[in-house]
């Protein structure tokens, strides 16, 4: 059985360092045996890749990788506090979708986070409960923000 550590080394993914906080807030803490991840923007290197709203001009396909980034970030927040990933699991991803009043697809945009956790974790331990839904503007003019809980077990 390989590792998280093993997974993310097959998919090419190196965790960056965590984004620094855009204001008042820890990107991660635990409780017991619960890590909360603090809402995470796809930023890379500091920058924010594709800007906008879904239906108003970002298309679903930039917006799920938008998210997949968003759901690196969560990790590397995790990982940072725990200083592994071994013996987590997904408890509950929430997603928000910057998006147009007409927009109805944010499923379809917040799987990129869901598929990065699957595929890292598997999909006993990567797939929890969701939340998915859409809202008027997001920091930086993210076209989403994801929000993570794990267990350790």
């Known amino acids: 059985m390989s590792t998280v550590a093993d997974r993310l080394k097959e998919l090419g993914i ?3 360092p965590v984004p620094q906080p855009l204001a008042i807030y820890r990107p991660a803490v635990r409780t017991g045996n619960y890590v909360y991840i603090s809402g995470q ?4 290197d500091g920058k924010m890749g594709v800007t906008g709203r879904l239906g108003a001009g970002v298309s679903i396909e930039d917006a799920k990788e ?3 980034i968003a759901a690196i970030n969560a990790l590397a927040a995790a990982n940072t506090l725990l200083g ?15 998006c147009a009043p007409e927009f109805t697809d944010h499923p379809q945009v917040v799987n990129g986070a869901s598929e990065l956790f699957r595929d890292v974790f598997g999909e006993e331990r990567g ?3 969701r939340l998915a839904y859409g809202i008027a503007s997001l920091p930086l003019n993210s076209p989403v923000e994801v ?7």
């Open 14 to 16: 190196e965790l960056p």
């Open 41 to 44: 923007l796809p930023t890379v």
């Open 66 to 68: 938008s998210a997949r």
């Open 84 to 98: 592994s990933l071994e013996g987590c699991r997904v408890i509950r991803t929430v997603g928000m979708v910057a």
């Open 127 to 129: 797939i929890g409960v």
């Open 147 to 153: 929000e993570l809980l794990l267990e350790i077990s």
